[in-house]
Nanobody
Framework: QVQLVESGGGLVQAGGSPRLSCAAS????????IGWFRQAPGKEREGVTC????????YYADSVKGRFTISRDNAKNTLYLQMNSVKAEDSGLYYC????????????????WGQGTQVTAAS
């Protein structure tokens, strides 16, 4: 059974550096594209970052480029999102998702999603 479970969210101060985790089970994470998405209240869900299988290609939304880093720990079958210099506008429900290809847009490329973890950045 494929599962993705996010953790690591919470209330953080603006400028802080939280790290989100996404524990994968039921499949080998490194064999798939994987992405982080977020949704703020009243807004559509948007792609934050994604990476292809085997870490071949990595993409970042312009709004987070230079501040966020996506990585995998294949031994733990876990995906991470290191968030640095967090801003109030980074607040939202963060999801990880397994994909056919790495794409920041086009959620139809992603077949399994976690339940999300809330990040609230207080200014």
């Amino acid at each position: 059974q494929v599962q993705l479970v996010e953790s690591g969210g919470g209330l953080v101060q603006a400028g802080g550096s939280p790290r989100l985790s996404c524990a994968a089970s039921g499949f080998t994470l490194d064999n798939f594209a994987i992405g982080w998405f977020r949704q703020a209240p009243g807004k559509e869900r948007e792609g934050v970052t994604c990476t292809s299988s085997g870490d071949g290609y990595t993409y970042y939304a312009d709004s987070v480029k230079g501040r966020f880093t996506i990585s995998r720990d294949n031994a733990k079958n876990t995906l991470y999102l290191q968030m640095n210099s967090v801003k109030a506008e980074d607040s939202g429900l963060y999801y990880c998702a397994r994909g056919e290809i790495a794409a920041l847009t086009g959620e139809h490329y992603y077949d399994y999603w976690g339940q999300g973890t809330q990040v609230t950045a207080a200014s």
